[in-house]
């Protein structure tokens, strides 16, 4: 079986074609997998990765979402993709990340004229991610018809089973459900990933197991997972909630972003985007998003403070979710930073020995955007780098329909 799976972020389309059996119990393979970056902007790219490496990358236009899938399938249909056995009639299943399913998806979506219309209902949640994942759906529903079976998949999904006291807010309950006010929780199919990778890791089943998953990109949020399931999350209602990250404030004062709309006379939309595009690493250090630039001017005060409150925040959750969950067997870190940034790693760790993640610098330089133990070999809560594979985890939950 060959997948084709889709996940739209607010100015990117990544897609991986990865080749399965049905109901299989292992991982599929990944045949081809890439990118399209910074759309609707002049120097949008197009780039081809083996693994996380990218492997090839040039200029390509693409204006808009819907234009990057249409660019893709044209790509693949003028047989640029046939030595790796890839072309658009071999595909059987086409799987779409979506990012806020609020509380009406709790499983994969067999998409419809009815389903697309929920997902656009729920863009005001997530107006910068639900928009182009929809564009992209349609987009590709255009081109294919009704030949190949497409799926929607929810990021709130894997986070469905919060327990009240981690979902509710301080808010009148007939107020918040008459709003659907509640903590969703978001990067569900990479935290159910490192989940279920974790398992097989530790060679450890899933029950009794406890583990405290760190999705640390340009968008950043940790799990409290409890025999499988996420029993807490950093992201709420949301994705702005929680660790600070690339360009987003995360955790703030309610109240700092209505004093700002009254001294700065910024109105509801004004404010969304500055919290949203203008603070995280980037507001602080008034350099990049990149953790990957930062730690080459970390000589810098702005740019020493911003990674310096970046690790802190990541530590202090990883404290409160040791505490959620009565301790852990591991830590598993995950995403872009997580693969990638050593530096990030180690300064995230610093003063976590007394709860036994003593981290060990030899292997912590040593794994860089690969699978591997970096704690030290007396560690009694362990400390692992697991690329996440969002495409992979898409693949395994459509071939399971």
Known sequence: MLILTLNAGSNSLKFEFVRTAQGAAKWGESVLAGAFDDIGKPEAKFSLRSGKRVVSSRRHSAGSHEEAARALFEWVDAGNAAERGVALDAIDRIAHRVVHGADEFGAPALISEEVLGRIEALEELAPLHNGPARKVIVATREWFAAAVPQYALFDTAFHRRLPDRAALYALPPQLARRHRIRRYGFHGLSHQY???????????????????????????????????????????????????????????????????????????????????????LLGVSGASADTRELRDRTSEPAVALALDIFCYRVRKYIGAYLAALGGADAIVFGGGISENTALVRERICAGLEWCGAGLDPDRNAAVIDREGCISTADATLPLWVIPTEEGLMMAAEVARV
């Open 194 to 280: 490192l989940t279920l990778r974790a398992t097989q890791l530790l060679d450890r089943s899933l029950e009794g197991l406890r583990l405290i998953t760190l999705h640390l990109e340009g968008g950043s949020s940790v799990a409290a997972i409890m025999k499988g399931h996420s029993i807490d999350t950093s992201m709420g209602f949301t994705p702005l909630e929680g660790l600070m990250m690339g360009t987003r404030s995360g955790d703030l004062d309610p109240a700092v972003p209505l004093y700002l709309m009254r001294r700065e006379g910024w109105d509801a939309e004004r404010t969304e985007r500055f919290l949203n595009k203008e603070c995280g």
